[in-house]
């Protein structure tokens, strides 16, 4: 009988160690992952734009994250056509940086005051002071993947 109480109390004890050091494996993993998407984060403050010309148009994209705030403005041949500022959030996964955007509204052009809630994300990476970005690549994103550099 002694036997089976200590058998049971050892299973209860390392059953407990197990879910402890389970949490505290989880609760670091969970510090990492906030460290590297603080980084991250950091790294996207700024000013990004991205330029081309469609149609003899000159267009230009300006990006600016200050925060957890960004506003695309757009301008075709030098005028403000379109601009909109939204929340966002980033997170460094295993795989790829995510970018995640809400409680968007438009602040500039035909549309203005116009809201879009979201959440809306897609992937993105900056690298060697260019940032991409892929759109429509996750999962319930309509239409053919979208690439954008910055």
């Not at 992952?33 to 000013?47: N, R």
């Not at 035909?110 to 260019?130: L, Q, R, V």
């Not at 053919?144 to 910055?150: K, L, M």
Request: glycine share 8%.
């Amino acid at each position: 009988m002694r036997y089976d109480t200590l058998t049971r109390c050892q299973l209860a004890a390392l059953l407990g160690t197990l879910l402890f050091s389970a949490a505290l494996f989880s609760a670091a993993t969970a510090t990492a992952d906030e460290s590297a998407s603080d980084k991250l984060l950091a790294e996207c403050q700024g000013t990004w734009i991205r330029t081309n010309a469609n149609n003899g148009a000159k267009n230009r994209v300006v990006k600016v994250i200050e925060g957890n705030k960004e506003t695309v403005s757009y301008f075709r041949n030098g005028m403000l056509t379109r601009a909109h500022q939204v929340e966002i959030e980033v997170a460094a996964t295993e795989h790829f940086n995510l970018f995640t955007f809400k409680n968007g509204v438009v602040i500039a052009g035909p549309d203005k005051g116009d809201k879009f809630a979201g959440p809306h994300s897609y992937a993105f990476k900056i690298e060697d002071n260019t940032w991409y970005e892929v759109m429509q690549l996750l999962k319930g994103g309509k239409g053919r993947p979208n690439v954008n550099q910055y």
